[in-house]
């Protein structure tokens, strides 16, 4: 059993105009399958806007689906009560781009820290101070951070903060949500060191979600590519690298900047991110793929299976691979 | 001939109530026209504040308290005001890494284009929209006489950046500031972005200062290379050179940061963080990070030094 089961979930929001009048809608997340097992990360990747983030939240069961089914451990989440609901939330901590907005400024660290202990009931009050001290060494922050203010951290430092409020609970998934993409580079190296470390000390599974494919490959296990809502490549890190079949992948893997000033500079993916509200006929992707033609501006492309765990979702995979650049 | 922009020893301070911060200290480089130079560092080692002090922008309790800027062989730190004001609006043109807080809400980008053009010649009001249409097409926005009329939130961060790239060009400017252009943005949109700036410079023969955090950005958008650390330039050099030879260990540090793809094992870090710049120690201040600094590099700071021709290390152990 997966410690995580997705199933045809479907998101759509509504558009209002200025007056609240709905003129129409947008779907957000589109027929999304996939599974994660205990111990795993997969990578949730694809640019802005292409449903990763109502993923997230959909699991957290923060936003309610239009139609499909997310099973944790098994279990069905739409039926759950709001008891369970909150057991749900525990075993499923999400952190989040920017940890800032979502730490109370009028809290010392110390005390944003020990409120899951005391919410959840989680240890003995003559506990708590020790707990936290423990969970900020863990994710090296020092003990003498506890009396400070959020304002007073760097922007990694409080990632830091962020991933221990997330770790006091003991949660089995955590849903990371862009957690480094707003830091330095040195400082992404150091949270991503930490969050693998984190990982296999505590046999954690992770959703990883960004929008730099680097990222995504070096941390993940699994990755699932999206574009505009639906998943339209998912496979094995490892497999993903050495045989993408999505011209989408492809794009992205040659978008990467690579720190070599005699590799070929990177190919510009051309064309804007499209807009959900109006999306292309056919295959989403095809104003922007250098493959298209004009089967695949009429008809959508189903995610198949090519071989063991590689799907794709391309009429023209196997012609997938010509425009790729590759690092000597 | 002069260089097109020439920094020397330029010293930026900050005399704030709990000490004396060195946001810039001792910065020399020059850019020739067509050339870009990247100057690059973690968040808070001065980058920024470099820029501004070209502008003479610097916010309080900011001042430039030494050193010599030349443009095309003039003095900025000596011109009257008056005349700084107008090398802003004609010579030196800045862009930065969220559109948003420099483009006004409530006015359509066709008026915040033309209002530009205006402040560099005087044009005439329906002249100033064509020729905004056009900066529009230049920096690759379709359909751009429907955009004239758009308003900022109406566009996407990619096409926001564009407008910002027209706004930075109705000046035809000598001197191109790009301020983490792209760390805002999607790395695909990232790509578009910084092939319009190369492609630019190549055409109008603009110098640019190219501002990032990231070795990865720079490698194929960039002549020169300036790292900076707590207010230093630590090592500088051509490109190829500092990629090829990086020298000190910082560099090494942020090279060995940037995830490649295929490449699955830890990524080395740079341990600790940027020192805190009011206390400052008697040797280098890279000391308390660096992976094997000798007992020189705690008692004096170190020199900048020529290692080999255009290649500078500020290093006791190059
Ligand atoms: N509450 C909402 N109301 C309307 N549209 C939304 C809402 N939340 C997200 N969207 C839209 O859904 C799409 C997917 O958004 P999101 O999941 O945040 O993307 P990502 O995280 O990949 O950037 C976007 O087009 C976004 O504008
Ligand atoms: N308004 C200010 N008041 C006091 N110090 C400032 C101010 N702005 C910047 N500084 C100091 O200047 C240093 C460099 O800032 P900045 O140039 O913005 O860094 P970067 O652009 O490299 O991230 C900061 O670390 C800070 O100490
Ligand atoms: S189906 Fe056609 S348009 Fe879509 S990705 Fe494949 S080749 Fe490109
Ligand atoms: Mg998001
Ligand atoms: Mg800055």
């Given at each position: 059993m997966s410690l995580l089961e997705v199933k045809n979930l479907r998101k759509s929001f509504r558009i209002s105009d200025s007056l609240g009048r709905t003129t129409g809608q947008l779907v957000a997340v589109d027929d999304l399958s996939f599974s994660l097992e205990k111990g795993e990360i997969l990578g949730l990747v694809g640019e802005s806007g292409c449903g990763k983030s109502t993923t997230g939240k959909l699991i957290m069961q923060l936003l309610k689906a239009d139609s499909g089914q997310v099973f944790f451990a098994g279990k069905e989440l739409s039926g759950l009560s709001s008891r369970q609901l909150r057991s749900h939330r525990k075993q499923v901590q999400m952190i989040f781009q920017d940890p800032f907005s979502s730490l109370n400024p009028r809290m010392t660290v110390g005390a944003i820290l020990s409120e899951p202990f005391v919410v959840h009931k989680l240890a003995p009050a003559a506990q708590i101070r020790n707990r936290v001290i423990q969970l900020m060494e863990k994710v090296g922050l020092s003990a003498e951070h506890e009396q400070r203010y959020p304002h007073e951290f760097s922007g990694g430092q409080r990632q830091r903060i962020g991933i221990a409020r997330a770790l006091a609970v003991e949660p089995q998934l955590i849903i990371a949500d862009e957690p480094v993409s707003a830091l330095d580079l040195s400082v992404q190296a150091q949270i991503i060191n930490l969050l693998k470390k984190l990982q296999q000390d505590h046999n954690l599974s992770y959703l990883f979600i960004a929008h730099d494919l680097a990222v995504i490959e070096h941390v993940s296990d699994r990755i699932a590519v999206m574009y505009l809502g639906r998943i339209v490549e998912l496979t094995s890190a490892e497999e993903l690298y050495r045989n993408p079949r999505h011209p989408y992948t492809e794009a992205l893997m040659n978008a990467v900047p690579t720190p070599d000033p005699s590799h070929p500079r990177p190919v510009a993916l051309k064309g804007e991110i499209p807009s959900p509200i109006t999306p292309p006929s056919g295959c989403h992707f095809h104003p922007r793929c250098p493959y298209a033609d004009d089967h695949c501006r009429r008809s959508a492309p189903n995610l198949v299976e090519?071989?063991?765990?590689h799907q794709v979702a391309c009429h023209h995979h196997q012609q997938v691979g010509k425009y790729l650049i590759r690092e000597k | 001939m002069p260089s097109r922009l020439s920094v020397e020893n330029l010293k930026s301070y900050f005399f704030t109530r709990s000490g004396l911060i060195k946001a810039v200290d001792d910065v020399s480089f020059s850019i020739e026209p067509g050339e870009t130079l990247a100057l690059v560092g973690e968040s808070g080692c001065g980058k920024s504040m470099t820029a501004l002090s070209l502008l003479r922008l610097l916010p309080e309790p900011g001042r430039i308290v030494g050193g010599e800027i030349h443009l095309d062989g003039k003095d900025l730190l000596r011109l009257p005001a008056s005349e700084m004001r107008r090398i802003r609006g004609n010579d030196i043109s800045m862009i930065f890494q969220e559109p948003m807080t420099s483009l006004n809400p409530v006015l359509k980008i066709g008026e915040q284009i033309a209002e530009a053009l205006r402040l560099h010649r005087v044009t005439e009001p329906r002249q100033a929209l064509t020729d905004a249409a056009e900066l529009l097409d230049l920096v690759g926005i379709a359909d751009p006489r429907r955009r004239l009329r758009d308003y900022p939130h109406q566009l996407s961060g990619g096409q926001r950046q564009r407008v910002m790239i027209a706004i930075a060009l109705a000046c035809d400017p000598k001197l191109l500031i790009a301020d983490e252009p792209t760390t805002a943005l999607d790395v695909t949109i990232q790509a578009q972005i910084m092939d319009l700036l190369l492609e630019l410079k190549q055409q109008r023969q603009m110098a640019t200062l190219l501002i990032s955090h990231d070795l990865g950005v720079v490698a194929g958008n960039a002549d020169k290379l300036a790292v900076m650390y707590a207010g230093q330039i630590v090592e500088q050099g051509k490109v190829q050179q500092v990629f090829t030879n990086p020298l000190h260990p910082y560099t090494r540090g942020l090279l060995n940061c940037v995830p490649r793809l295929g490449q699955k094992q830890d990524l080395p870090t740079i341990s600790g963080h940027l020192p805190d710049l009011i206390k400052q120690p008697d040797g280098c201040l890279f000391i308390d990070r660096c992976p094997c600094p000798c007992t020189q590099c705690g008692n004096q700071a170190p020199a900048i030094e020529e290692i080999e021709p255009g290649h500078w290390v500020r290093c006791w152990r190059h």
């Open positions: 090519l071989g063991k765990d | -």
